[in-house]
T-cell receptor, first 115, second 111 residues
Framework: AQSVSQHNHHVILSEAASLELGCNYS??????LFWYVQYPGQHLQLLLK??????LVKGIKGFEAEFIKSKFSFNLRKPSVQWSDTAEYFC?????????????FGAGTRLAVHP | EAQVTQNPRYLITVTGKKLTVTCSQN?????MSWYRQDPGLGLRQIYY???????DKGDVPEGYKVSRKEKRNFPLILESPSPNQTSLYFC??????????FGPGTRLLVL
């Protein structure tokens, strides 16, 4: 079955530290890739997405992600985190199958940034 | 303002008492979905709809029903709620199956 794995369930960082959240998926075909963020008490918001082209994509708030097809990975990065980045981050994948393209989520990574 | 709305936002109920969570979008999107979010499991799709009167099961449909009589509305129905349906529920809509827009969530507690 298709699945998405996020390696870290909880991450604690100090402000200005660099962030990298891992995401791997299991599907051999073409995929669309997403990172969503959920701030405390809020709904999910799209952080960035990759459909095709340059595998390094930039999103909002200084986040970026790199698609490495050979590794089935789509890791999220930010050079310097802020306290306001405290949130839960979800990697999601849509395997493109020609029919209904379902969005499959990873379990999420809770990030806590301390001042 | 483009948005997905859900009601109620919070609900406490008892086992067996039928309930409906409404979802409405004002973006004329064809695709709508319901997810439940549980700690350590991420979001799992319950049902989805590709257009009016077209619905299908997601990954965890047991105990839920949906209907899509109008394009803008996609209610989630729990005919006989049970405690294992205590969860945070999100409705989402999309125009092209690519980028989904999520509602604010409904936190349900079934006693």
């Amino acid at each position: 079955a298709q699945s998405v794995s996020q390696h870290n369930h909880h991450v604690i960082l100090s402000e200005a530290a660099s962030l990298e959240l891992g995401c791997n998926y299991s599907y051999g075909g073409t995929v669309n890739l997403f990172w969503y963020v959920q701030y405390p008490g809020q709904h999910l918001q799209l952080l960035l997405k990759y459909f095709s082209g340059d595998p390094l994509v930039k999103g909002i708030k200084g986040f970026e992600a790199e698609f490495i097809k050979s590794k089935f990975s789509f890791n999220l990065r930010k050079p310097s985190v802020q306290w306001s980045d405290t949130a839960e981050y979800f990697c999601a994948v849509t395997p493109l199958s020609g029919g209904y393209n379902k969005l499959i989520f990873g379990a999420g990574t809770r990030l806590a940034v301390h001042p | 303002e483009a948005q997905v709305t859900q009601n109620p936002r919070y609900l406490i109920t008892v086992t067996g008492k039928k309930l409906t969570v409404t979802c409405s979008q004002n973006m004329n999107h064809e695709y709508m979905s319901w997810y439940r979010q549980d700690p350590g499991l991420g979001l799992r799709q319950i049902y989805y709809s590709m257009n009016v009167e077209v619905t299908d099961k997601g990954d965890v449909p047991e105990g839920y029903k949906v209907s899509r009589k109008e394009k803008r509305n996609f209610p989630l129905i729990l005919e006989s709620p049970s405690p294992n349906q205590t969860s945070l529920y999100f409705c989402a809509s999309s125009f092209d199956q690519e980028t989904q827009y999520f509602g604010p969530g409904t936190r349900l507690l079934v006693l």
